[in-house]
């Protein structure tokens, strides 16, 4: 968090996003770590060997939280930030270079890629969200795409053990980046690749995305017992509640879909993602029909 601060700029709230924390949480382990830091006179110098291994994680957790805010910003009018993630992946690169033959930063560079390769057909004319399943795939960045599948193909071939958790995910994202039209995404494999994430990483966000694929894969109730799973930890979040919404549309539960959409467009800190999801329960309420 600090170096998200100090180094990438981020604001205490963007940050406290990141990590699924209150704000003033966020704000007290940040002055903290300010504190510590200068109590210990550690001076600004390369980690011992055996240090790096632990303070290589810590850098790659910054880069892709860096460019995850970059890519959806988690407060603001507009949906992302280019100067962002540009940023982590021209730091991405760097460190690429410095570590070439090291699989987690190959995968960490290659997911930066896969991703930021659909960033031209993300937003409309008006710079609204436009959804994967709704995206003009012709418009996709299809050298990002290259770049970033045989990043991801050498890391997974290459690694000298099982697949890191930048790597499943740069997995995941190729899958996406590989299907030209919606209906050809193999929801199975991807649904796969998050039941590995998620025993690897424990993170309550990649079980959201888990019931997501499930959804996809297996039907809108087999996401719906997955998401019941992580009610209690991130019931409140908007990426939960929109999430959920879907589902229920799919479940058809038009009533619920409405709720939970309306829900989610209260809590987002975005506004483009605020009003797709304000036009998503308009859509739904129309479906409903009067009454």
Known sequence: PLTLRAVGGLTTREIAAAFLLPEKTMGQRISRA????????????????????GRLRSVLHVLYLLFNEGYTTSSGPDLARADLSGEAIRLARMLRASLPSDPEVT????????????????????GELIPLAGQQRGRW??????????????ALRDGPGPAGEYQLQAAIAAVHDQAARPADTNWAGI??????????????????????AAAMAE???????????????LGEHHRYLSVRAHLLEQAGDRAGARAG????????????????????????????GPG
């Open 141 to 154: 960045d299809r050298a990002m795409i290259t770049e970033g599948l045989t990043l991801v193909t050498a």
């Open 219 to 233: 039907g809108p109730a087999a996401g719906l017992a997955i998401l019941d799973s992580v009610a209690g930890q």
């Open 191 to 212: 649904l796969a690749l998050y039941r590995l994430l998620e025993r690897m990483t424990g993170n309550p966000m990649v079980t959201v995305n888990r019931a997501a």
């Open 34 to 53: 300010k504190a510590t830091l200068k109590a210990a006179g550690e001076p600004f110098r390369l980690p011992p060997p055996d240090q790096r291994a």
């Open 261 to 288: 959409f309306q829900a989610a467009a209260a809590r987002a800190g975005n506004v483009r993602e605020q009003q797709y999801l304000i036009t998503k329960a308009a859509q739904v309420a129309a479906d409903s």
């Open 107 to 126: 995968g960490l560079l290659a997911l930066m890629l896969l991703t930021e390769a659909r960033r031209p057909a993300r937003t409309g004319p008006g």
